[in-house]
């Protein structure tokens, strides 16, 4: 069946280093995969999004790397501030959103 | 700029009572999702609605609850006879088109049952 999985449930990082968080897909046959952030008592805030016929992809301070080899993406954020900190999913879109348990950064001064 | 609206933000329901989720989407998007979310874990898909029409309702358990999204009007996410289970946060996303998957979501209702 379909998952979405993040390999790391807290990353913990200072100020100004950039942080990686990861995800791994199961479905060879998506094509469509979103990063959101969700902050306490909020609902998901939409940061990236990729599709399957590009492998990286830069936004603000953001990227996102898709490997289709391993089924593995990435979201990298650059110079991490403490308004970093939040929760952070990886949904494939293939059909439905599929989300995975996400992995909480932590950013301290 | 109105966002994705849901209401109301916080809900207390007695076990046994009803309880009724509402999701205005934004201006424009016809589609919708329902997730629902238990502390410190990811969001699960309940169901995914267009205007008058159901598409997927393959993560909504099959007793109590039910979801429409009339012509006009919010969407909505009932739930029959709550137990102490159904205590989560309720999130209503909306899109565009069927194509257009970045969807956005609401602030989410958090359902306590007593």
């Known amino acids: 069946g379909e998952s979405v999985g993040l390999h790391l449930p807290t990353l913990s990082v200072q100020e100004g280093d950039n942080s990686i968080i990861n995800c791994a897909y199961s479905n060879s046959a998506s094509d469509y995969f979103i990063w959101y952030k969700q902050e306490s008592g909020k609902g998901p805030q939409f940061i990236i999004d990729?599709?399957?016929?590009?492998d990286k992809r830069q936004g603000q301070r953001v990227t996102v790397l898709l490997n289709k080899t391993v089924k593995h993406l990435s979201l990298q954020i650059a110079a991490t501030q403490p308004g970093d900190s939040a929760v952070y999913f990886c949904a494939d879109g293939f059909q439905k959103l599929v989300f995975g348990t996400g992995t909480r950064l932590l950013v301290s001064p | 700029n109105a966002g994705v609206m849901q209401n109301p933000r916080h809900l207390v329901r007695r076990r046994g009572q009803e309880a009724r989720l509402r999701c205005s989407p934004m201006k424009g998007h016809s589609h919708v999702y329902w997730y629902r979310q238990l502390p410190e874990e990811g969001l699960k898909f309940m169901v995914y609605l267009q205007k008058e029409n159901i598409i997927d309702e393959s993560g909504m358990p099959k007793e109590r609850f039910s979801a429409e999204f009339p012509k006009e009007g919010p969407s909505i996410l009932r739930i029959q006879q709550v137990v102490r289970g159904d205590s989560a946060a309720y999130f209503c996303a909306s899109s565009k088109a069927e194509g257009d998957r970045g969807a956005f979501f609401g602030s989410g209702t958090q359902l306590s049952v007593l």
């Open positions: 990729i599709r399957s016929n590009m």
